[in-house]
């Protein structure tokens, strides 16, 4: 089985299909971060899967986005982004409601 498995291997020692966990370690990402990526469409995945199947990525790709300047400015701004979003939305949540004015009735 592995000498068959090492066929199917790139160059670089990579398989040519990876999953979200691997493609977060080729990227040097968590792995929370790629579904950000995927909805704002900066990363698209092999295939035209459904909302909860597994995702597949071409390590080819993978490689050559990791090494596109603009493709990693536009994908950490968009990260950067949505934290900040998150972050904004549970501080709103988390905040103690003020009461009432009573000078406003």
Known sequence: MNSVKQRFVLPSGLPACVGIEEAAQILGWPDYFLPVLMRTGLLKPLGKPSQS????????????????PVWLDK????VEKHVHDMNEKRRGKLAPASPPDPSLN
């Open 53 to 68: 199947s597994r995702k597949w990525f071409s390590t080819v790709e993978l490689e050559r986005l990791g090494t596109d």
């Open 75 to 78: 994908a950490v701004r968009t």
